[in-house]
């Protein structure tokens, strides 16, 4: 078993989720329950999945929690972008935390390849199946419940 404590990847993921925390703390109080929730859970849904893909048994799996780590990655982004737009976030806040984002990116998918290099073509193919049927499991759940 990995420990995800000392993969740069999750650290830095580790830090954007606190950032993300600090910033949404000043959102308006009538995003409690939208936009703040949802940036949060996006957020952390990146180190955790980095952290649980890595206690699995074999890197196929590992793979498959590192592409819903990106995805959610992705969706941080876009929820920062949309935190600009809608004035909840300064410019200066919005930059610093896009920085962040993009360094976990670029952290992230070196993980990644070095998981897949040792995967193998199939087991690639397969982990980005499995994380796209996940991925829309997830959000027509979530489409299901509101």
Do not use: C
């Not at 949802?38 to 590192?66: C, M, W």
């Amino acid at each position: 078993m990995r420990d995800y404590r000392k993969i740069r990847a999750w650290q830095e993921a580790d830090d954007l989720t606190v950032a993300v925390y600090q910033q949404t703390k000043r959102f308006p109080k009538e995003e409690l329950y939208g936009l703040t929730s949802q940036i949060r859970r996006a957020a952390y849904s990146v180190p955790s999945n980095i952290a649980e893909g890595s206690a699995r048994g074999t890197n196929k799996d590992y793979l498959h929690f590192l592409h819903i780590a990106r995805a959610s990655l992705t969706e941080v982004q876009y929820f920062v972008h949309l935190s600009g737009r809608l004035d909840y976030l300064g410019e200066e806040d919005q930059l610093a935390v896009e920085a962040q984002i993009k360094s976990v990116f670029v952290r992230l998918h070196g993980l990644i390849q070095a998981v897949s290099k040792e995967t193998g073509i199939f087991g690639k193919g397969m982990a980005l199946f499995t994380s796209s049927v996940v991925i829309g499991l997830s959000r027509l759940a979530q489409h299901v419940s509101a």
